[in-house]
């Protein structure tokens, strides 16, 4: 199989076709190898328009709700950004190419394990993976984020990560019931206020935790 024209396709139809401009974007999806990412049996199809199983009942997300949650966030080189729920490690992969630092946590002990080996052997060496519940945010509360990707569905925006964002950050996160969300871009305001803008609807698996379900 041709992953190079694959991956090339998706770009082209998946992605750019649908509204994706930010060139960083882009070209990390163009550099990043999903079909490494997902469970070999299944590699032929992924570079399809959809959500894959990575195994613990879990599933790496479709490649253009990925890019458009990376669009949200309007990312910068300088950028130092938390994901919460690091799955296969593929957005983790993504973030690392265009921003300086990615901090994710994974509460699945399997999961992480998997994909902080996988971007290991890759080269990465600005992720920092952790293993825990991410609605509390980052473990060290004295680091705070330019950016926040939630990448599972919550039923409100947890607030340990609301804490956790710089002034003027922006977090984009998919809140809704267990079964429907729609992507929420949120800002912190200088005054510390929140502003939330409301986007495509979506399907997440659900997040689980203090600050979850
Ligand atoms: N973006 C990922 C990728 O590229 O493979 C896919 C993420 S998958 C849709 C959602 C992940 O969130 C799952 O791996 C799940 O175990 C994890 N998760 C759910 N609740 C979590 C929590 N409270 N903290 C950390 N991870 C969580």
Same mark, same amino acid.
């Given at each position: 199989?041709?992953?190079?024209?694959?991956?090339?396709?998706?770009?082209?139809?998946?992605?750019?076709?649908?509204?994706?401009?930010?060139?960083?974007?882009?070209?990390?999806?163009?550099?990043?190898?999903?079909?490494?990412?997902?469970?070999?049996?299944?590699?032929?199809?992924?570079?399809?328009?959809?959500?894959?199983?990575?195994?613990?009942?879990?599933?790496?997300?479709?490649?253009?709700?990925?890019?458009?949650?990376?669009?949200? /966030?309007? =990312?910068?080189? @300088?950028?130092?950004?938390? *994901?919460? #729920?690091? %799955?296969?490690?593929?957005?983790?992969?993504?973030?690392?190419?265009?921003?300086?630092?990615?901090?994710?946590?994974?509460?699945?002990?399997?999961?992480?394990?998997?994909?902080?080996?996988?971007? /290991?052997? =890759?080269?990465? @060496?600005?992720?920092?993976? *952790?293993? #825990?519940? %991410?609605?509390?945010?980052?473990?060290?509360?004295?680091?705070?984020?330019?950016?926040?990707?939630?990448?599972?569905?919550?039923?409100?925006?947890?607030?340990?990560?609301?804490?956790?964002?710089?002034?003027?950050?922006?977090?984009?996160?998919?809140?809704?019931?267990?079964?429907?969300?729609?992507?929420?871009?949120?800002?912190?305001?200088?005054?510390?206020?929140?502003?939330?803008?409301?986007?495509?609807?979506?399907?997440?698996?659900?997040?689980?935790?203090?600050?979850?379900?």
């Amino acid at each position: 199989m041709d992953f190079e024209k694959a991956r090339k396709n998706m770009v082209e139809y998946q992605l750019k076709l649908r509204g994706i401009y930010d060139k960083k974007i882009l070209n990390a999806f163009m550099k990043v190898k999903r079909h490494l990412f997902v469970p070999e049996s299944i590699q032929e199809y992924a570079y399809e328009d959809c959500a894959l199983p990575i195994g613990e009942g879990q599933t790496i997300s479709q490649p253009y709700i990925i890019a458009l949650m990376l669009q949200i /966030l309007e =990312l910068n080189e @300088n950028d130092v950004v938390l *994901e919460v #729920g690091t %799955g296969s490690g593929y957005q983790t992969a993504l973030l690392a190419n265009i921003v300086k630092f990615v901090y994710s946590i994974e509460r699945n002990e399997i999961l992480m394990q998997k994909a902080k080996e996988r971007l /290991l052997n =890759l080269g990465y @060496n600005n992720i920092f993976i *952790e293993i #825990g519940d %991410g609605t509390k945010g980052w473990p060290e509360k004295n680091i705070s984020f330019d950016k926040i990707i939630v990448s599972a569905a919550a039923p409100k925006v947890p607030e340990p990560l609301f804490e956790q964002l710089k002034s003027t950050g922006v977090m984009v996160i998919p809140i809704g019931s267990k079964t429907y969300q729609r992507l929420c871009k949120i800002v912190k305001l200088n005054d510390g206020s929140m502003q939330s803008e409301d986007y495509d609807g979506c399907v997440f698996v659900p997040l689980i935790g203090e600050y979850g379900w």
